[in-house]
């Protein structure tokens, strides 16, 4: 599982899908899923709303900061779900914004896109030698491997906090807001 973080220039609630109804500002935690095909072949994203911010610069007058966990790897999947599928680009992507005036002004401090979460099976940990290996040496303190829910595989996990202009853009947004 990889999980991705970004800023969405604009608030489309009218075609969320849920099982709890419409996606609203008091309900940023729900997963949501995008399961639409790019180039004939699967594509599946789950994606959730975290803040709202109100702000004259952006479409329909938000910025959403969106967390997002891609279960297929397509070609700029993530950017091209949230534009084509949910109407709302992430800041500062320049091939997906539609070239318009709001897009455009909001292209100044790059892309707000961040791969900040990654797990995945351990490469050797999970071979037979491996496996031997682990369960002698499991106590060495490193919070990055541990074993899966159901305890049969070892696992890598590793995370990074977001970068300062995810934060520093998301309070000068509030502000004009």
């Not at 609203?24 to 994203?45: F, H, R, S």
């Not at 900061?65 to 949230?82: F, I």
Request: glycine letters at 8%.
């Amino acid at each position: 599982d990889a999980l991705q973080q970004m800023i969405t220039n604009g608030s489309k609630d009218d075609d969320v899908i849920s099982t709890e109804g419409e996606d609203d500002e008091n309900n940023t935690d729900e997963w949501q899923l995008i399961d639409y095909a790019l180039e004939n072949k699967e594509a599946v994203t789950l994606w959730r709303s975290l803040e709202y911010i109100h702000t004259p610069r952006a479409t329909n007058h938000t910025l959403t900061l969106v967390e997002m966990k891609p279960k297929t790897g397509r070609y700029h999947q993530l950017r091209r779900h949230m534009s084509w599928v949910k109407g709302c680009t992430i800041v500062g992507d320049k091939t997906y914004d539609g070239n318009t005036r709001i897009g455009q002004s909001l292209r100044e401090r790059g892309l707000f896109l961040c791969s900040n979460k990654v797990s995945f099976n351990h490469p050797y940990y999970n071979t037979e030698e491996g496996k031997v290996d682990y369960k002698n040496n499991n106590d060495n303190g490193d919070d990055a491997l541990r074993l899966s829910k159901d305890g049969t595989k070892v696992e890598v996990h590793l995370s990074i906090d977001l970068p300062n202009k995810f934060s520093g853009f998301l309070a000068m947004e509030k502000r004009r807001g």
